[in-house]
């Protein structure tokens, strides 16, 4: 089985990819930045690596020593992702000189893989179907239907810079749609305000977002098992000629109905009263209100997904919301 490192280990989606990795066999080793987070790890039986994006020493030494078959940058966040793709492929290059200098056939030699995350949003604000296979704009004139939500706007970009890595590296990137189950604190924005409303007692409550937008969604765990498709696949692809994106979507919901979904579950009976996030600068905001139409059959015919949480995020809001709310507490 690979032996995969994980960037973003302690995160919500980094947590659940740990745990399925787990379940299926892998060896599993998680970037910490602290000690107290290592610690977490361990319980989790995940090897642990002192270190981060930014001081590169310990993971690239594990890389090497290991050694490690794929890295996972689960993190999702824009500080060090350039960092981390350059150190990889600078990694990548050492693996292959090493092969060559030991007259290792290039039909046999295994390149480090490496699996991206960007996210859905990259398709822009639209109502119209999008495909993992339409291309998204990376500078230059658009070449995409739409630009991406502003607030990942640098990841078309960095999807580019890792497809075209390929020379050293065995690639791919993963998409996930916005992402609901367990504690996930990224939901807080537009459902913390209705908690807040519940303890007060109030009939009414501000948030803001979009009723009439339409988000692509999926369960983190569901997610989780996409990329332990792609660990298992990655480098299968690289000799196929595969284009090997993938969104991952199991569900596409009005935010509308969820909130008010999750209110009842929380016992709120006021209004909801939505704020245009399109008129402020917050652009977390606006991505939240930002309508993706995806299509992950692709996910499901080539990777073997196989998504189980497929009754969306509104219909078990008793469920995920309740998890919610004691994440919260």
């Known amino acids: 089985m690979p032996k995969v490192l994980v960037i973003g280990a302690t995160g919500n989606l980094g947590g659940a990819l740990c745990s399925a990795l787990l379940r299926s066999g892998h ?27 930014q001081d590169s020493q310990a993971y690239l030494s594990l890389i090497s020593s290991a050694p490690i078959d ?64 339409d291309p998204v704009s990376a500078g230059g004139p658009p ?3 739409l630009p991406a939500a502003t607030i990942v706007g640098w990841r078309p970009q960095l999807e580019h ?27 807080a924005m537009l459902l ?49 000629g595969v ?12 935010m509308g109905v969820v909130l008010n979904a999750f209110a009842r579950s929380v016992g709120f ?11 402020t600068e917050n652009v977390f905001a606006q991505a939240m209100s930002t309508s993706v139409k995806g299509d992950s059959r692709r996910a499901r015919q080539l990777l073997g997904w196989d998504p189980k949480r497929l009754e969306g995020f509104a219909a078990k809001m008793e469920v995920y919301g309740g998890a919610f709310k004691a994440g919260m507490s």
């Open 70 to 133: 794929v890295v996972v940058d689960a993190s999702g966040a824009a500080d060090g992702s350039n960092q981390l793709l350059s150190d990889l492929k600078s990694a990548g290059q050492a693996r292959l000189e090493t092969a060559k200098k030991n007259n290792l056939p290039l039909n046999s030699f295994q390149k480090l893989g490496f699996i991206y995350t960007s996210g859905m949003w990259v398709h822009g604000n639209s109502l119209e179907q999008v495909s993992d296979l």
């Open 192 to 240: 913390a305000p209705i908690l807040e409303a519940v303890q007060k007692k109030e009939n009414s409550v501000e948030v803001l977002f979009d009723p009439g937008c339409m988000q692509p969604l999926a369960h983190v765990e569901d997610v989780a098992e996409a990329y332990v498709k792609m660990v298992e696949k990655v480098h299968v692809f690289a000799q196929s």
């Open 143 to 145: 070449i995409s239907k």
């Open 243 to 254: 284009s090997p994106v993938f969104d991952l979507q199991t569900s596409w919901e009005n």
């Open 27 to 53: 060896t599993v080793y998680g970037l910490a930045r602290n000690a107290a987070k290592a610690k977490t790890l361990s319980t989790q039986e995940v090897l642990p690596i002192l270190g981060s994006v």
């Open 269 to 279: 009976n006021g209004e909801i009263k939505p704020q245009d996030p399109f008129k």
């Open 161 to 187: 810079d890792v497809l075209a890595s390929t020379d050293v590296l065995d690639v791919g990137v993963l998409r996930p749609s916005l992402m609901y189950g367990k504690t996930s604190s990224v939901w």
